[in-house]
């Protein structure tokens, strides 16, 4: 039984009456489309109802649902103590997704390349009372109809196609034990969307709000892949991991979907869609679809790789495939033809950088030379950053393929009296506090000042806003 529905729909405390007080009514296109979707959910008579949430527990590297037989929750923390629940889970269904995460039954027909244990369970809960990404929706649900359990998910740090990922086993349970169900994925969308409003605003909110909404209003669930982190992030989006995992779910369905309401009365865009199940539909795999367009466009680069990149990537690739750490005598041919002398005559600090699916994989580098040339230090690193990075797991040979690297060559630093001397997409600076040392690259995206610059690369070190610490700039050369 495939999940016969889906839902986007956002989470404003202010929707309800018991908190709004009358704001509510400067929603009301949100308010009537929120109850049409609970009418559609009452004729569905949805046996469990999965609910994906930002609000509930939230690991960077794990996908958390919610365990036990049920949980509790109020909205007392929006002053409406008397708006309360009492909801019972699915215990069945959550067993069969952790089943299958854990097992090479469940991941094995997904698009990650057949691994197993795929990252999640209902391990570290710490809060079990009901979140209000989980609520609200309830709220309106239950007006209507009551004849139904839950089951309530947390979104993750993750990749976004890892998020797709988790829908496609999400689906793969519902389809094993042959459950009625229908999918909310809750979550608001910019919250930059004015001046005025509690979060002020940002370009990136109503570009965001435009593409996402046109992504959700056509169903063309591949363009929710193509969202920039960054771009996210300046946006101060909420519910978009919430959306891609809804995505996942309904992986390889026919659906037909229909835009109901999109606001941003508060400074805060709330859009609401729907999407009927009509049957199965192979063409919209669209995770494979958007999969192998990146997978093209990657081996298109390639063809046009900088010999320095060139040379990371032989160097990881060898490492993986073969346990081989290539040394200079290994580049013969015509293939290596073509690199530059001074990469074996100069000595400098190198960082690798690896990204798959638009996010960062791993980076390792060298402040200092610590080899006897460029090529060594390149070779090195680029191993390292593909194993050794401690904020990921070794990159897979399954991974190769799809991988984008960048070889950043680093000038000798230099010290500076202030951040008036920096400018972040020339310089990298190097933040130091006793033993502790943070470096951050020049012209990252998402890091649009000097401020962010120092922040992030004093955060990387470990070194607190209040101790003393110096600055030190240098320049790069970037191979891509």
């Known amino acids: 039984m495939p999940i016969l529905g889906a839902f986007v729909v956002p989470h404003p405390p202010i929707i309800l009456p018991e908190v709004g007080h009358g704001e509510e009514k400067e929603i009301k296109a949100t308010t009537d489309a929120y109850n049409k979707v609970a009418e559609t959910i009452a004729k569905l008579q949805p046996e469990t109802i999965i609910i994906s949430s930002?609000?509930?527990?939230?690991?960077?590297?794990y996908f958390h649902i919610s365990p036990g037989k049920g949980a509790v929750g109020?909205?007392?923390?929006?002053?409406?103590?008397?708006?309360?629940?009492?909801?019972?889970?699915?215990?069945?269904?959550?067993?069969?997704?952790?089943?299958?995460?854990?097992?090479?039954?469940?991941?094995?027909?997904?698009?990650?390349?057949?691994?197993?244990?795929?990252p999640t369970g209902t391990l570290g809960e710490r809060d079990a009372s009901l979140d209000h990404g989980t609520m609200i929706p309830l709220y309106f649900i239950e007006?209507?109809?009551?004849?139904?359990?839950?089951?309530r998910i947390g979104l993750s740090g993750l990749s976004l196609p890892m998020h797709y990922e988790m829908g496609q086993l999400i689906q793969k349970a519902v389809n094993n034990i042959g459950r009625r169900v229908v999918y909310i994925a809750s979550g608001d969308l910019s919250h930059k969307m004015k001046a005025e409003g509690p979060y002020g605003y940002a370009k990136e909110g109503p570009e965001y709000d435009e593409r996402l909404m046109a992504a959700c209003e056509s169903a063309e669930f591949d363009r929710l892949l193509d969202f920039d982190e960054h771009f996210c992030e300046k946006a101060a989006e909420c519910g978009h991991r919430s959306f891609v995992?809804?995505?996942?779910?309904?992986?390889?369905?026919?659906?037909?979907?229909?835009?109901?309401s999109h606001e941003a009365t508060f400074g805060v865009g709330y859009g609401i869609c729907t999407y009927e199940v009509t049957g199965k539909d192979e063409s919209r795999r669209l995770l494979d679809k958007w999969r192998n367009k990146k997978t093209n466009a990657i081996k298109q680069k390639r063809m046009d790789e900088d010999p320095y990149v060139r040379l990371a990537r032989f160097s990881l690739e060898s490492?993986?495939?073969?346990?081989?750490?290539?040394?200079?005598?290994?580049?013969?041919?015509?293939?290596?033809?073509?690199?530059?002398?001074?990469?074996?005559?100069?000595?400098?600090?190198?960082?690798?950088?690896?990204?798959?699916?638009?996010?960062?994989?791993?980076?390792?580098?060298?402040?200092?030379?610590?080899?006897?040339?460029?090529?060594?230090?390149i070779m090195q690193n680029a191993i390292s950053a593909g194993i050794n990075d401690p904020r990921f797991p070794m990159i897979r040979e399954d991974e190769l393929e799809s991988l984008e690297m960048s070889v950043d060559v680093l000038d000798e630093p230099e010290p500076i009296e202030s951040p008036d001397q920096l400018d972040v997409k020339r310089y990298g600076v190097i933040?130091?506090?006793?033993?502790?040392?943070?470096l951050l690259l020049p012209n990252l995206d998402g890091v649009d000042t000097i401020s962010e610059q120092i922040d992030i690369a004093r955060q990387k070190a470990g070194i607190y806003e209040d101790e003393d610490y110096s600055l030190e700039r240098f320049e790069v050369i970037r191979h891509i």
């Open 143 to 151: 007006k209507l109809y009551h004849d139904f359990k839950i089951v």
């Open 54 to 61: 930002p609000h509930s527990i939230m690991y960077q590297d």
């Open 431 to 438: 933040v130091t506090s006793g033993r502790k040392r943070g």
């Open 245 to 260: 995992m809804m995505a996942g779910a309904l992986d390889g369905l026919s659906v037909t979907s229909h835009k109901l």
């Open 319 to 377: 490492y993986i495939t073969m346990g081989k750490r290539i040394k200079q005598t290994d580049l013969i041919g015509q293939r290596w033809s073509d690199l530059p002398p001074e990469m074996f005559s100069d000595k400098a600090g190198a960082f690798v950088s690896i990204h798959k699916d638009g996010a960062l994989r791993g980076c390792i580098g060298t402040i200092l030379p610590t080899c006897r040339c460029v090529a060594d230090e």
């Open 74 to 118: 109020s909205m007392s923390r929006f002053n409406a103590s008397n708006v309360r629940f009492d909801e019972k889970y699915d215990t069945e269904l959550v067993n069969e997704i952790c089943y299958l995460a854990q097992s090479d039954q469940g991941n094995g027909s997904l698009s990650s390349g057949g691994i197993t244990d795929f």
